[in-house]
């Protein structure tokens, strides 16, 4: 996400002159303008697609793509589909040698080199890694951290020099993690923060010794009942252990683990698996638990926030005064207003003689209005403990007032203010000694002392909207300025624990940055921000969640010593991934650390082979920017972050208006000057890295209708091949459709003819049809144009609901897409996210678990290398060292080296040009 203040900023640039002495206001006014236009980029932003306005519907849109792929055409995943699919990836044999990790080395989100036009270097979130998603520590130091797709790491030093404790469980998504009363470790599996990601969980696990051991499969509490659903919250009375999921509200005992789940209330049980409405449209939405507290003076009194953020009849406060056995929708009183209850967090006082709820807005999402400052409705303060009366203590004028410190204040309708993704980023915490002390996490981090009288911005969005903000042109690194800010958090608040007493309490939060701590009652400055934060993310948690990646070597080793260093006899090479709010990550051979060159969300990346300083790098929506220079401005450049006419980085995004959140955009594997990208429409240019505007693409064609995009792409030779869906889910008034098309190019007459395949019949089976699930992948045998794969996302049937899901993964035509063959054999049911076909005619399969292999000549899969955590492989991408390397959503950027029967062959050509892959 992405904030625009305008107005705000003006206001703080004499600040600068104030504190800065005779420097000009200029930078300042730069920086205006680029935040005007919507050009200074972290996270989801509108530039894109439709401007400003855009940015929580961009979100919601991406995490509407994950989704679709792996739901689609129902929308429901049956339990026990990922363990099922873990045994059997378990039951494969190992072919080749062991992954190594290119990413486990601190991620400088700030480095002062790599700050051109289109990078937030020196926004102020320093170190950072993927999103955390839940947090625990004992106070003694052990501090625990969930990534939302990385699994559980342990630190015994406060935090920072992290251990992965839970890579041997067949699913890292993490959903939340608390510790028992006992000092045994809970880990909820099923990240939730979506609201309507269905799948991804294979249930609860308990550490009972989380100092030393490691989470095992052993270790799940109860059987299959919690498979493939998501889990907001971990709670315990004395006796019971209790959680808040997509599916309702479970409970069970602090014993006999193995024994079942028992599901003590869900609002619609029509709609869950089994029941005769589950295949309902929106059949995922209607038993949403966000939060389940337990009243600390009465254990027999339990509170639950139930509902879609959308919002639905169901939707509201409930609560139970037996222990859970019944459950009641309640009618709040004072000032919270019933109807409106979305995404909402409960948290008490220590003593339980308060209560606060903070509370997203329903009203809003569909209020139709175009443009929304936010979507919270407010905070809200219970002074006797009891669901109301409730007294409103925070708005999201109040959080962003300038009084506070907030990067938000939205002045005049312009920009944003607090909350513009309360249906995703939230957390709430009471001081444990101070009743009146209040934490709050939405985008930024609040705190306050009385109740909600006062309000600071302990952690502010960025540091670009303040005085003490000043960029390199006015202040040199190398000069030491006393007024510069202090460090903040990365953005999107959403996981909160507070440990220890006294002086020695600390705040610990989790967010799309990683995590950070402070002294619980730590200092702040005159603005009201925290001037403690420590980034706990030093290189061993490596959480970072890709979408793409991509290699080219180190081609000005000893002219740019920025580029680091490396065994000279070796192929050096530089790797440039995109990944979910983190930007464009680039990682250098021999260096400390990796280092950020492009802001906001980084999609597709194309690296070339050659030369890995030349690079596109998406944004979202297919916006693209290209650069020679690994966005590295140098010294000529001293204002490039600033002014775009001295900017080594280049806009050339083409005029596509409807794309996939992440779009897919690919080089001929044959001549990397040639391009296709991939929205509504394909796109072809011939000017390689030289392209120096959008206007140059041409459309070589364009899919029928505008709710229609490409989701795939790949390009060889004359060939090319790309899969497309619209609608791509069920949800509307109109099914999910999928489909293919095959594009040859004439040299002679440098034109395209593009045509629609039918993915009918398959030709080794008499009843099976070709899925009607999400394409994920797209490959062409490099010696053969005509032979063509497509990989499938989602599960099979067996787990589905939804019209033609069928059975198979991946498919094979050897007559340029007339016919179609299911060369999935022994394949894990599990969701395809890419197919590489390489050199020697051997298949690489990335998966929602790892990644499989084929080799030449076989008809059946193996698991390609050891070591690689169980996690999901978004993108595979040849490098030009004979590696291949994979892209992960949750645990960063990996490679291992291709089996020896096709690395003889990748010297002299490949499946695509090293560091760029099938799509």
């Not at 400003?52 to 509407?64: H, R």
């Not at 793509?65 to 363990?83: E, L, M």
């Not at 004439?746 to 070709?770: C, H, I, M, R, Y």
């Not at 053969?784 to 069928?806: H, K």
Request: some cysteine; hydrophobic content about 30%; aromatic content about 10%.
């Amino acid at each position: 996400m992405v904030v625009a203040v305008v107005a705000s900023l003006a206001a703080v640039a004499g600040g600068l002159l104030a504190t800065g002495g005779t420097h000009s206001a200029s930078p300042h006014a730069q920086l205006l303008s680029k935040l005007a236009s919507n050009e200074l980029r972290h996270g989801s932003q509108g530039t894109a697609n439709g401007g400003p306005g855009g940015e929580s519907a961009e979100l919601m849109a991406a995490m509407q793509q994950f989704d679709n792929a792996r739901t689609a055409p129902g929308g429901i995943v049956a339990a026990g589909g990922y363990t099922d699919a873990y045994n059997s990836l378990q039951g494969l044999t190992t072919t080749g040698g062991a992954w190594s990790e290119v990413t486990n080395k601190p991620y400088d989100a700030d480095d002062p080199d790599y700050r051109d036009f289109y990078s937030n270097s020196s926004g102020g979130s320093g170190n950072v890694t993927g999103r955390i998603t839940g947090l625990a520590a004992d106070g003694t130091g052990y501090v625990y951290a969930a990534g939302a797709n990385g699994g559980v790491w342990r630190s015994s030093t406060g935090g920072g020099n992290w251990t992965p404790i839970a890579d041997a469980l067949p699913s890292l998504s993490s959903g939340d993690l608390e510790l028992a009363s006992d000092g045994s470790l809970w880990y909820a599996t099923g990240e939730a923060n979506t609201g309507g990601t269905s799948y991804a969980g294979t249930g609860v696990y308990r550490l009972a010794d989380p100092k030393t051991g490691a989470f095992s499969p052993t270790d799940r509490v109860g059987g299959e009942e919690l498979e493939s659903t998501t889990i907001n919250s971990i709670r315990f009375t004395n006796d019971t252990a209790w959680i808040a999921t997509l599916r309702g509200i479970y409970s069970h005992p602090l014993s006999d683990y193995g024994s079942p789940w028992t599901r003590k209330f869900a609002p619609n049980e029509d709609y869950l698996p089994g029941g005769p409405n589950a295949g309902a449209q929106n059949a995922a939405y209607k038993n949403i638990v966000n939060d389940l507290v337990v009243d600390p003076s009465n254990s027999n009194h339990l509170l639950a926030a139930v509902g879609w953020r959308s919002g639905d009849s169901y939707n509201g406060f409930y609560e139970s005064t037996d222990g859970g056995d019944t459950w009641n929708k309640i009618n709040p009183t004072g000032g919270l207003d019933g109807t409106d209850v979305g995404y909402a967090n409960f948290a008490y006082s220590n003593d339980g003689k308060k209560l606060y709820v903070i509370n997203q807005s329903p009203k809003k999402i569909n209020s139709g209005a175009r443009i929304q400052n936010t979507y919270l409705d407010g905070i809200y303060e219970s002074d006797n403990g009891l669901v109301g009366p409730w007294n409103r203590i925070a708005s999201a004028d109040k959080l962003g007032a300038t009084s506070t410190g907030s990067a938000l204040n939205a002045v005049n309708g312009q920009g944003y203010s607090p909350g513009i993704q309360a249906w995703y980023n939230q957390f709430i915490a009471v001081d444990p000694a101070n009743d009146d002390h209040v934490v709050v996490g939405l985008e930024e981090v609040y705190q306050t002392y009385d109740a909600g009288s006062h309000w600071q911005t302990i952690g502010p969005y960025w540091n670009f909207t303040f005085g003490c903000w000043g960029p390199d042109s006015l202040y040199p690194p190398d000069i030491a300025q006393p007024n510069r800010c202090p460090q903040t958090t990365h953005s999107d608040q959403h996981a909160v624990t507070i440990a220890g007493t006294g002086k020695s309490a600390t705040l610990y939060v989790g967010n799309d940055g990683g995590a950070y701590s402070r002294p619980l009652n730590g200092k702040v400055n005159a603005n009201g921000n925290a001037t403690d934060w420590k980034s706990l993310n030093d290189g061993t948690m490596d959480a970072l969640q890709y979408y793409y990646v991509g290699a080219g070597k180190l081609a000005d080793n000893g002219t740019r010593p920025d580029l680091g260093t490396g065994d000279s006899a070796a192929v050096q090479v530089l790797v440039s991934g995109g990944m979910q709010d983190n930007g464009g990550s680039l990682i250098r051979p021999g260096a400390p650390k990796m280092v950020s060159n492009f802001g906001g969300d980084g999609g597709d990346v194309l690296v070339d082979p050659e030369n890995g300083c030349n690079i596109v790098q998406e944004y979202v929506y297919l916006t693209m920017e290209v650069t020679k220079t690994c966005a590295n401005p140098g010294p000529d450049h001293p204002n490039a972050f600033l002014d775009l006419s001295q900017s080594t980085t280049v806009d050339i995004s083409p005029p596509d208006i409807n794309a996939q959140f992440i779009a897919p955009f690919t080089a001929n594997d044959k001549n990397i000057d040639q391009w296709v990208a991939a929205g509504n429409s394909l796109w072809y240019q011939d000017k390689g890295f030289d392209i120096t505007s959008g206007s140059q693409w041409k459309n070589i064609y364009k899919l029928p209708s505008a709710a229609e995009t490409f989701t795939a792409v790949t390009y060889s030779g004359n060939s090319l091949l790309a899969t497309w869906c619209g609608p791509c889910s069920n949800s509307g008034s109109a099914p999910f459709t999928r489909g293919a098309v095959f594009g040859t190019f004439d040299p002679a007459s440098e034109t395209w003819t593009v045509k629609p395949l039918t993915l009918g019949p398959l030709t080794n089976s008499s009843t099976e049809q070709f899925p009607n699930r999400y394409l994920q992948g797209a490959a062409i045998n490099p010696n053969d144009s005509s032979d063509l794969f497509i990989g499938v996302n989602g599960f099979s049937r067996r787990y589905t609901e939804g019209p033609g899901a069928g059975i198979g993964h991946v498919f094979e035509s050897k007559d340029s897409g007339a016919t179609w063959t299911d060369i999935s054999a022994n394949i894990p049911d599990v969701p395809v996210n890419d197919v590489v076909s390489l050199a020697d005619g051997g298949l690489a399969v990335a998966t929602d678990l790892g990644v499989v292999y084929r080799a030449p000549g076989s008809t059946t899969w193996t698991r390609l290398g050891s070591g690689l955590p169980t996690t999901t492989v978004m993108d595979l991408s040849v490098g030009p060292d004979g590696n291949l390397y994979a892209g992960t959503h949750g645990r960063g950027i990996w490679r291992v080296a291709i089996p020896a029967s096709t690395t003889s062959t990748t010297t002299t050509t490949t499946s695509t040009p090293p560091g760029k892959k099938n799509k």
